[in-house]
């Protein structure tokens, strides 16, 4: 037996904070979007956003195909509440405040998508655009407590 | 130390570990690509780290399982260099799954402007049910994906067990979220709403619990889970069955046989009825293995595997392989929880979408390409798709290496099965698994040459 127990409250809440404060930083700075350190921030935004747009917010290891049983014995499953309650309110929040209730998430994620690729690429952003993601990051990161 | 100052340690071992798996080799990929993600991942944690508060308990508890997930990761990449596994079968897999599992939507893209496939790393692992594909979770911050391939260390050889890998595939494929929201709809869809059993919570637990047609050896499991985990009715779908993770071994299941053929049931059926010989269990996450088998000897039928025709010697052999594969069906009727049309439109929909990743659709299999095979392993000689022939060059004979056709490995495996099945006391098991792991090997080598050959051409 382990020397705990340990429970995995990893709903990233405080990952995707720092991370969306680093993003609202690149649309002003694009030059250090460039490189190694931003990148896997920007990736990780990135696949956020992605889930977000598919509503596909399993992200479970599963067992192998012939893993019937825990460990071997019999037993109930575990109730841990969903990792993305929190960050998904503080999307929706960011997403209706940044582009207003009636821009489908479709829509509101492909934007903020495009600049993130531009940002890896250090290209230059509409002025729309980096006004719409800074918002949004604001918001998201203030949302996410 | 404080939790945090531990965690920042941490940090230092996990490089120093990092530094220390340069001292083995990783097969043809190297190690380069590993290890500047792991350093790139651990960068990262520790300026997470380094920016929270001593105080933000969640903070660092969040942070420590990000490393707890990269260091099991950089663990698991350190063993795969023990290489103890079928690399020939691996080499043919990863090419008919990288482009199923590359995530078409990201940052990180090639020169090209292609989605990098992700890195995988391969080990193996103690018993029979450690066939698993470990997949990086969206929430870990990475670059690139790394998949991590567990093999059974005692099946090494056993490569037509290894098509179940093809249902762990899909898992894989699941997880990156564009295919996540397509691969549900289809399921949710056109297989459960369109269930009699499935169709809610309640339609379920009444599916298990109607004492008058439920099989008695699902009874006797269900007042076991009763007696030691007080679960009935009541509370089954709730504190019992992960319904959701239900689907996905289903779709799993469909995605296997879908990129494997025959040779996935064949395996399925074998492995499945190993550990569950009832095929009654009732999993949290896995429904009944009677009702992923039938599903999938339903499937098979629907698709046709069993209706080629071959030479009346072959033919033995074949009647014999699905003859095998029929007695592990449940002729209860209670286990085929879905019906021919049901599964008939899912094998349609989830064709779709294999089919627009290269190579990762088994195509249909023919007698033309199957039985010379067959006939190959049953001459104990290893299934390939070329004959070593002599030719005269300037009045002398000398090797020619006439390549015929390119032969799928999926193909080596049908053959494998069928031959298998043929009851030649002098071919068993084991012996069928080597000659294939080797007609898969010589056909690696002949692709290979002939890649050398094609580059040299141009």
Redesign the interface.
Known sequence: MSIMSVSRPDASTSMYKHFASLISSYVDAPANSVGADAAIPIESIFKLLEMYRFNAFKDESRRGALALRANGHLSRISKTPSWHGSVLNALNNAKIDTFGAETSTEDAVIELETVLKKLTKNQALEENHKAHTRNFFVQFGNSLG | MDAREFLLNECANLNTVLEETLRYEYGVEGSRIFFEECL??L??IEQ?IN??SPT?S??L???F??LEELSSLISRIERSSLKEYSWPFLEEFKEISLSACT?P????VDENGNPYPPQVHVLAEGG?????I??D???I???RRILTI?FPRTLKHYVLLHP?LG??MG?AI??I??Y???L?KVVEEYLIQKSRFFTSESSIAEWLYTTSVTPKSVSIFLS??EA??E?DQSNVM?????F??WK??FL??FI?LLMFGPSFLAA?CD??YS??STGS?I????PP?ACRVNTMIAAAQILGYDTLKFDTDIQIAVDAFWKSILEKKQLDSWFDVFTNDQIQTTLTKLSAFLSTHKKALYPQPTTERIQPLIKQVLKKIPPVGYEFKLKTVDGELTPDLAFDYSVDFRDILFAGWIAASAGDPSLNFEDANKLCEYGILQQRAIKMMNAEVNKGAV
């Open positions: 790139n991942r960068e990262l997470l920016a929270a933000s969640t903070a508890s969040e942070y399982y990000k995530d939507n990201t940052t990180q029979l049910s450690s066939y698993l470990h997949v979770g969206r929430r911050p990475s670059k567990f179940i249902h762990e898992h699941f997880s979220a564009a996540e929201g397509l549900d076991v889970i030691e985990l679960i709730t504190d019992y069955i992960d959701v993770a996905e071994e799993c299941d296997g399925q492995l499945l550990i569950d269990e999993g949290n996450y896995h293995t």
